[in-house]
């Protein structure tokens, strides 16, 4: 992860949980399974620190609202299918210039919590 610059801010949305169909077996093609999203959003946040009003700043709410629109009406074979479609959905706001995903699929494997994807994308200014 990039160290985080004077002026830039980092979000975290932290254990979204959402249903969708993801893998490959026949008991995941038919039913919807919990998924955990965590994202890591760098974005530069000057000018929403010095005016204070929402059209300065980076919207996690509608950047999380069409990621649950997405995951929620689509379906997957593989997590990493899943969490760059995610990517892709947060790295559209131009205004991103770092952004980091994780998805945890729960009880993937027996004796495991969880098995998760991770992927990040950055662009210059």
Do not use: C, W
């Not at 946040?45 to 700043?57: D, F, G, P």
């Not at 770092?98 to 210059?124: M, W």
């Amino acid at each position: 992860m990039p160290r985080l610059e004077p002026g830039m801010a980092r979000i975290r949305v932290k254990d979204l949980r959402l249903r969708t169909y993801i893998g490959i077996k026949e008991e995941e093609i038919v039913n919807k399974q919990d998924v955990l999203i965590n994202l890591t959003i760098l974005y530069p946040a000057e000018s929403a620190v010095q005016i204070n009003e929402i059209q300065h700043a980076l919207n996690y709410r509608t950047i999380t609202k069409a990621i649950i629109g997405h995951v929620e009406g689509h379906r997957f074979a593989l997590l990493e299918r899943l969490t760059q479609e995610v990517l892709d959905l947060v790295m559209e706001n131009p205004a991103v210039r770092y952004a980091e995903v994780e998805v945890d699929k729960p009880h993937a494997l027996r004796f495991a919590e969880s098995v998760s994807i991770t992927l990040a994308a950055h662009r210059t200014a």
